[in-house]
Nanobody, 125 residues
Framework: QVQLVESGGGLVQAGGSLRLSCAAS????????IGWFRQAPGKEREFVAVISWSAGSTNYADSVKGRFSISRDNAKNTVYLQMNSLKPEDTAVYYC??????????????????WGQGTQVTVSS
């Protein structure tokens, strides 16, 4: 089992950048695929980005391609989401999630059994 804690959220102006972190506790972190999801008020939780357990592949939602980048540091048990050129529509609570031996094609909520508590990102216009 793995526990996840997100950090790095905050308030930023449109066009700005933030880097979110997802820190994991537990053993065998490198064997987990990690996904980032977000949920805006009144909306469904949606996929943002994923990195496979082997770190060999990544995948992104069309809405963030070219602006967001996901990476992992297995030595630090941490996955990062670098968010650039932020837009007001990126405002949401961002969650990271884990799946043992998860691949980069798992971009749906039900594919992840472990979730963090979320971190708020607010982008002002």
């Amino acid at each position: 089992q793995v526990q996840l804690v997100e950090s790095g959220g905050g308030l930023v102006q449109a066009g700005g950048s933030l880097r979110l972190s997802c820190a994991a506790s537990g053993r065998s972190f490198s064997s987990y695929g990690i996904g980032w999801f977000r949920q805006a008020p009144g909306k469904e939780r949606e996929f943002v980005a994923v990195i496979s357990w082997s770190a060999g592949s990544t995948n992104y939602a069309d809405s963030v391609k070219g602006r967001f980048s996901i990476s992992r540091d297995n030595a630090k048990n941490t996955v990062y989401l670098q968010m650039n050129s932020l837009k007001p529509e990126d405002t949401a609570v961002y969650y990271c999630a884990a799946r043992r031996y998860g691949s980069s094609d798992i971009g749906f909520v039900a594919g992840y059994p472990y979730w963090g508590q979320g971190t708020q990102v607010t982008v002002s216009s």
